[in-house]
């Protein structure tokens, strides 16, 4: 069984700084996107960034300059970084990986932007 294992969630201040871990476990032979998505309260659920297996990377465009997404490919993990965090990224954010040709999703970390 695969399993995502988050990380890193936590509050903080406005322009401060998080890191999300995400690592996945169980049988694994190939692991496709990695990703990491998001999910205000009374909003959809929006793609924040991602990376495919050959390293090609998307942002949201409001993340992009802020947020940078990397991949270890010998750990499955998935990390971002978090900088110049704004109260309006305030949401649960969830890792998102596609493994084995299906889709697996983390169980979600709150991340708090104060102002």
């Known amino acids: 069984q695969v399993q995502l294992v988050e990380s890193g969630g936590g509050l903080v201040q406005a322009g401060g700084s998080l890191r999300l871990s995400c690592s996945a476990s169980?049988?694994?032979?190939?692991?496709?996107?990695m990703g990491w998505y998001r999910q205000a309260p009374g909003k959809q659920r929006e793609l924040v960034a991602l990376?495919?297996?050959?390293?090609?990377?998307n942002y949201a465009a409001s993340v992009k300059g802020r947020f940078t997404i990397s991949r270890d490919n010998a750990k499955n993990t998935v990390y971002l970084q978090m900088n110049s965090l704004k109260p309006e990224d305030t949401a649960v954010y969830y890792c998102?990986?596609?493994?084995?040709?299906?889709?697996?999703w983390g169980q979600g970390t709150q991340v708090t932007v104060s102002s």
């Open positions: 998102h990986a596609n493994i084995n040709l299906r889709d697996y």
């Open positions: 169980g049988s694994i032979f190939s692991i496709a996107v």
């Open positions: 990376v495919t297996g050959d390293s090609t990377i």
